[in-house]
């Protein structure tokens, strides 16, 4: 007999052995929708075939994000999934649209797909006033895709353009004079899932804003912004930092949600010794093929590729070995187009399809309707995703079942152990320093081209950088020295041959990089680039590099060209190349300096590395199978660093050798490597950690975190502002571990960091705590 | 944290460490004997200074083996030719000016300067070449309000290859420097797409260097290379060195005058008999194809009609479809007889004269030969190997049946005619 999500839920909850795995149960209780009126302003055509869409009243949500764009203030939308976003832009931009044909609107998306996405979506609501305006409303994608011969009509009459970051720095802003009806009448500037522009891309985009507010300004529009944000710890800033105006938070959902169980599910530990824990996706599998058996449908995330084909082939025999058609399970990953997913989406409602396993792509506001029961095999990696992956369960006023099942990674671990980071106040922000010197530099170039800089003028107008630049006018000096700009008159010009933003990416901080080129098949295939500083440690020769789910050998790194080669294969281990590493601070920005005490500080250093080998490691129980040499050569970064010193005799104090503290170091290090992207919606390659027994700089124990990006991006700041928070979650961390004395998910594996680290670590966390 | 500018500057060098060109101090600007002696005149207007250089040319100076006052000679007619593209007897050659610009660089974009606007123009019996020349960034406002204020005396703008570079880079500067000019109101004649469509069959490359040298008979001697033109008003800025930017506008002096050369060159391709060497250049078929857009049919037909001889079988297949659209079906039919006696198989050739014979004569042995000898044809070609992608070989035994049935039907009316 079939039971009911009611009744499945009842029987998990008395599944002893399920439950021993349980580390938290919440329920969120249901929500009743919350309505307002539409505003009074509206044009009626508008209301008429919104109307005949069958939407009569709005989210109170949506009433104030609409009235806020109408009345030309700034917003930041945040929305939980399927709480009617973009009725929230779309709403006053086609009421600008309908009233002033000449207005315009220009819509940023991360994504292509994304971007098209919307356009689907944009051109089944203008359908509807075909008949109650007198001209046509047109939305277009522009980007690298959009045909040549269509791009001239798209400049012209294109009501809404929808496109992204990278589009409008190398496409539109250096073409502006191609674009005058646009940017004469541009009303409105929509930025959607703003939570993905942090770090060094969001550093790019606020620059690039930057650019297209210098080109409104040149004729004569101002644009009012509408951001639109996951679940995030400050959207209101990110939203400032990226527009660099002051904006409205609208972050109370008037959207109804029935009752929510959220379940965090830790697999049964297998050998306590080695900390090693029951595979997670055979766990996910057990647990996802019971409730397709009882036709409850199902969505699976997995994080990659690989773990997608695995849930989908063992759900598919268990559908066969019930009697069942296989077609019932469907797979979804990126680059599906709208048709398919329209598919899935009819095959959910017709109760044909009963499960869907799925990679990220899904999470990334791509709509195919909602279904019961999510589970998410693996953090995804930040709060933000996985809120939205378990937003993809629970419809209308019905009953939902969210399971998050841990892996053994350290971040997964510190999470699943410590469900209160997550159920709390979500602790992630989203940090740019759109005032990095180099992102400055690059984007000033940029700007100079399309306009030349008047003498006073300053790039943004809030300009207070980490950088210590506080005038726009050095890096114009700089950039005449360089003979990239010429100053005639009381302006500075663009003087060189080139186009300077061809050759600057936005989601990479270095100008140089290094070009993965697949060679699996006769046709070479360019799937990808990476900074320099990450290509050291990702695609030396013989690593096996991670692409998209997928997993390729690098048979040869040319250092030289700049170019790596690599061939797609299937392998049960990973790389981990060991960089050495010297630090040198250069500056101190800010330090709580005081002679022999505990002291933090933050500034600018200079980084050497030279990666000297890797480990191969194996999946799931993270156990060293081999080694090997790297070639490469040192590699110098400037950038900027947190670090926590000790007081010279901690040793003495806590009455340990040298040795042991170093392990203990070595312990803490490899913690705060793993838990300070919970906190800078970053991941592990955004920093980097070094544990100094003492350190040249100030001649005591430290552990330094420098960002590994040119000229650092803002997250020691924040560090060092919230690093009480790094403290305690390290602690907890180590304390809630399974483990008896260090294992890959807190300290690191034993045999690396020695048999007391794990000890020591905890009491230095302890005294770190309380001073 | 007080930066100094020279503690910014040694951290940004730090990321940059490739030696970038160095700024060399400028010197004093040339005294009016200097720009005398090189030709050029500055002038002081209210937005600013620039420097004009004129050169007259009289009517019977030569360049390109064509004296100049041949362009004047030139009708409205022969205009439309070039462009393929209706234009208005009022037309006159004296509407035109001749528009080529120099660049800071090849990339285009709103940081692409122009720096040197080279204008040619027939005025009194005399063919002048002005050339504005930008000295600086600041008063860039002054150089292009010159230029549009001779641009305003014309109707048209003769370029090569203004389509996509010169004419969209000057409107950029307009409206960078909010100068108000429609140049959507100009005739424009692109000489790049002319020369593609009259010669690149057999010429393939039509850049002006070669056209020069293959029609026009001559090879520049010590022209600059385009990808040093940029260079150079750089060297200048830095210099403040007028000499620098000479070889710069000899050279746009020589593009302008090769356009007036290649303008008479493209009307006189259209006139085959008048000259041979031309004729043998060009693509009689592109030609054909313009004569028939501007539905001048006798001009077109005859050229056709001469073509025989060349064996231009695409020429000669547009010209039958041409004939069978208007009904001239004789003619027709004997061009595609022409062209099925030829050793190579001419497909469609085929094809029409089985439609012919049988849809239009009747005479479905007529058409049946043909469908044979094609099936022919192609057995052959495909036991070489060589059929290729050759398509409908179902169509061709569809079309045999029906013929076929047409010829039992009508054998079987004869023959109860006969009974009767
Ligand atoms: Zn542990």
């Given amino acids: ?771 | 944290m007080n930066h100094t500018v020279s503690a910014i500057k040694e951290k940004l060098r730090s990321f940059y460490k490739t030696d970038e060109l160095a700024y060399a101090s400028r010197k004093a600007t040339s005294s009016s004997a200097d720009l005398s002696r090189l030709g050029l005149q500055r002038i002081n207007n209210e937005y600013g200074s620039l420097l004009v250089r004129e050169k007259r040319f009289p009517l019977d100076f030569g360049h390109g083996g064509r004296a100049l006052a041949d362009f004047l000679l030139l009708s409205h007619k022969q205009f439309s030719y070039i462009n393929k593209q209706d234009f208005s007897p009022s037309l006159l050659s004296e509407d035109f000016v001749f528009l080529d610009t120099e660049t800071t660089g090849l990339a285009g974009g709103s940081g692409t300067y122009i720096f040197l606007a080279g204008c040619g123009y027939f005025t009194n019996d005399v063919f002048i070449v002005k050339q504005f020349l930008l000295t600086d960034h600041q008063n860039e406002y002054a150089f292009l309000y010159h230029v549009a204020t001779l641009l305003k005396s014309f109707k048209g703008i003769i370029s090569y290859n203004g389509k996509s570079y010169d004419v969209p880079l000057l409107k950029t500067r307009f409206i960078l420097n909010r100068l108000a000019e429609d140049f959507e109101r100009f005739i424009h004649i692109d000489l790049l797409h002319c020369s593609r469509r009259l010669w690149k069959k057999h010429l393939k490359e039509c850049n002006l260097g070669n056209i020069e040298k293959k029609l026009l008979g001559f090879v520049r001697q010590d022209d600059i290379a385009s990808a040093d033109i940029p260079g150079k008003f750089v060297a200048y800025l830095q210099t403040g060195t007028v000499e620098l930017l000479s070889p710069v506008y000899k050279h746009n002096c020589i593009d302008i005058m090769s356009m007036v050369s290649i303008a008479i060159l493209a009307a006189a391709a259209f006139d085959c008999s008048q000259n041979e060497k031309i004729a043998a250049h060009t693509d009689k078929r592109s030609l054909f194809k313009v004569f028939m857009a501007l539905q001048e049919y006798d001009a077109a037909f005859q050229l056709a009609e001469k073509s025989y001889e060349d064996n231009d079988v695409h020429l000669l297949l547009d010209y039958s479809y041409a004939l069978k659209k208007r009904g001239n079906f004789d003619k027709a039919v004997k061009v595609w007889e022409h062209l099925i006696a030829q050793s190579s198989f001419i497909e469609p050739a085929y094809l029409e004269l089985a439609k012919y014979f049988e849809h239009r004569e009747c005479t479905f042995s007529k058409a049946l030969d043909i469908i044979d000898r094609v099936q022919k044809r192609r057995e052959i070609l495909d036991e070489l190997g060589v059929a290729g992608e050759m398509l409908g070989a179902e169509e061709w035994q569809h079309r045999k049946k029906r013929v076929l049935a047409k010829i039992s039907c009508s054998e079987k009316k004869n023959s109860i005619g006969k009974t009767a």
Avoid at chain 1, 307 to 331: F, H, Q, S, W
Avoid at chain 1, 667 to 696: E, Q, T, Y
Avoid at chain 1, 717 to 744: Q, R, V, W, Y
Wanted: proline share 4%; charged share 20%.
């Fill in chain 1, 1 to 771: 007999m079939k039971l009911t999500l009611e009744q499945i839920i009842d029987r998990l909850r008395r599944n002893e052995a399920f439950m021993s795995c349980v580390t938290a149960w919440q329920e969120i209780p249901a929500k009743d929708p919350e309505y307002a009126e539409f505003p009074a302003q509206l044009d009626e055509r508008l209301l008429t075939a919104l109307h005949k869409h069958g939407i009569h009243k709005l989210y109170t949500h949506q009433a104030k994000a609409i009235d806020q764009a109408l009345n030309k203030k700034d917003s930041v939308i945040v929305t939980p999934t399927a709480s009617g976003k973009t009725l929230c832009y779309n709403i006053p931009i086609l009421h600008s649209v309908i009233q002033t044909q000449e207005s315009r609107a220009l819509y940023l998306f991360p994504t292509k797909a994304l971007a098209q996405d919307q356009v689907h979506e944009l051109q089944r609501i203008i359908e509807l006033f075909s008949e109650t305006i007198p001209f046509s409303i047109k939305s277009y994608t522009f980007d690298g895709d959009t045909p040549v011969s269509a791009r001239k009509a798209i400049k012209s009459s294109g009501h809404i353009v929808v496109t992204n970051p990278d589009m409008l720095h190398t496409g539109i802003l250096p073409h502006h004079t191609q674009w005058v009806k646009l940017f004469e009448n541009l009303h409105y500037v929509v930025i959607d899932e703003i939570h993905h522009y942090r770090g060094i891309f969001g550093s790019h985009v606020a620059n690039v804003l930057r650019r297209l507010k210098r080109v409104c300004q040149f004729y004569g529009s101002r644009p009012t912004f509408i951001c639109c944000s996951a679940t995030i710890a400050n959207p209101a800033e990110l939203a400032e930092q990226l527009t660099g105006e002051s904006v409205t938070l609208i972050d109370k959902s008037g959207a109804p949600h029935g009752k929510k169980h959220f379940i965090f599910y830790n697999p049964p530990v297998v050998n306590k010794e080695l900390g090693i824990r029951r595979s997670y996706i055979k766990e996910t599998q057990r647990i996802a093929a019971d409730f397709v058996a009882n036709d409850v449908q199902t969505i699976v995330f997995a994080r990659s590729r690989m773990n997608v084909e695995i849930l989908l082939t063992y759900l598919k025999d268990t559908m066969r070995r019930l009697g069942k058609p296989a077609i019932k399970i469907r797979g979804y990953r990126g680059g599906y187009l709208p048709l398919e997913r329209r598919e899935i989406e009819k095959g959910l409602r017709d109760g044909l399809i009963m499960g869907v396993v799925s990679t990220n792509a899904l999470e990334l506001g791509i709509d195919i309707g909602q279904l019961q029961i999510s589970i998410i095999a693996g953090y995804p990696g930040t709060i933000s995703s996985t809120l939205q992956q378990s937003g993809r369960a629970g419809r209308r006023q019905e009953t939902s079942l969210s399971i998050f099942v841990s892996s053994s990674s350290p971040l997964d671990q510190y999470i699943v152990n410590n469900p209160h980071y997550f159920f709390e106040k979500s602790p992630e922000s989203g940090i740019i320093d759109k005032d990095n010197l180099l992102a400055l530099l690059s984007h000033i170039k940029c700007a100079a081209f399309e306009l030349p800089f008047a003498a006073d003028e300053r790039f943004g107008s809030n300009f207070t950088g980490s950088s210590g630049l506080d005038s726009t006018q050095e890096i114009l000096l700089y950039l005449e020295e360089s003979g990239v700009l010429h100053r005639s008159g009381d302006k500075w010009h663009w003087m060189a041959e080139t186009y300077p933003a061809e050759s600057i990416n936005l989601r990479s901080a270095a100008e140089e990089n290094v070009v993965i080129i697949d060679k699996t098949k006769p046709q070479e295939k360019v799937i990808g680039e990476i900074d320099l500083f990450a290509a050291q440690l990702m695609v030396h020769d013989e690593a096996i590099y991670l692409h998209e789910g997928k997993q390729y050998y690098v048979d040869k790194l040319d250092w030289q060209r700049r170019q790596a080669y690599v061939h797609g294969v299937q392998v049960d281990h990973y790389t981990d190349a060991q960089l050495k590493s010297d630090l040198k601070v250069l500056e101190v920005f800010q330090s709580t300096d005081t002679e022999n005490d505990f002291t933090r500080g933050y500034g600018e250093v200079v980084v050497t590395s030279v990666a000297t080998m890797y480990k191969k490691v194996k999946f799931q129980t993270h156990e060293n199978i081999g080694w090997g040499k790297i070639h490469l050569p040192e590699l110098e970064l400037h950038t900027m660093a947190f670090w926590y010193a000790f007081p010279p005799n901690i040793h003495q104090i806590m009455q340990l050798n040298k040795e042991e503290l170093g392990d203990g170091l070595k312990g803490i290090a490899h913690l705060f490597k793993n838990i300070v992207p919970l906190f800078i919606m970053g991941d592990r390659n955004d920093i980097a950690v070094l544990p100094m027994v003492r350190s040249p700089f100030s001649e005591k124990p430290s552990v330094y975190i420098w960002e590994q990006y040119p000229g650092g991006i803002g997250l020691s700041k924040k560090l060092f502002h919230s690093f009480d928070n790094i403290i305690a979650a390290a602690h907890d961390a180590l304390e809630t571990c399974a483990c008896s004395a260090g294992c890959p998910s807190c300290v690191g594996p034993q045999l690396e960091v020695g048999e007391k680290s794990k000890k020591v670590a905890q009491s230095l966390l302890q005294i770190m705590k309380s001073n």
